[in-house]
């Protein structure tokens, strides 16, 4: 059986114009995210990776993104924001901090605890 634990590019259903590479998700990550998904029932829909919950969750999910998606998600494409008259890619951080950028963030959480499951038996020989 091979794992795939490398970076991969991912494109946004979201927004298609944007692009990331991400790498699943390290034990100490998953954990936290399945604890938070046990406590606020919030449940990913097929293979979409859409997370549907209240929005008083979804800022809750914000909180523990900030800290996991740094760690999983780099080389953030197609999407620029203009702060102080200055337009610029977010960092992978800020995605958690402006409120019109929660929805990628939250597909990034979605799309990682997606590729971070192992699906089947392993094969034996």
């Known amino acids: 059986m091979e794992l795939d634990l490398d970076w991969r590019t991912v494109q946004s259903e979201v927004w298609p114009e944007v692009s990331y590479e991400l790498r699943p998700l390290r034990v100490w990550a998953f954990r936290d995210l399945m604890a938070f998904w046990e406590k606020h029932g919030a449940q990913t829909e ?3 990776a859409i997370i549907r919950m209240s929005p008083v969750e979804s800022f809750r ?5 900030e800290r996991i998606l740094p760690d999983h998600v780099r080389v953030l494409n197609g999407v620029s924001v203009k702060t102080a008259g200055e337009l610029a890619t977010p960092e992978i951080a800020q ?3 402006e409120s019109a950028l ?3 963030a939250g ?3 979605a799309k990682l605890v997606s590729i971070s499951q192992v699906e089947g038996e392993p094969e034996k020989k």
């Open 46 to 48: 097929n293979e979409n």
């Open 61 to 65: 999910l914000m909180e523990l993104a």
């Open 95 to 97: 995605l958690c901090q």
């Open 102 to 104: 929660i929805p990628l």
């Open 107 to 109: 597909e990034m959480v």
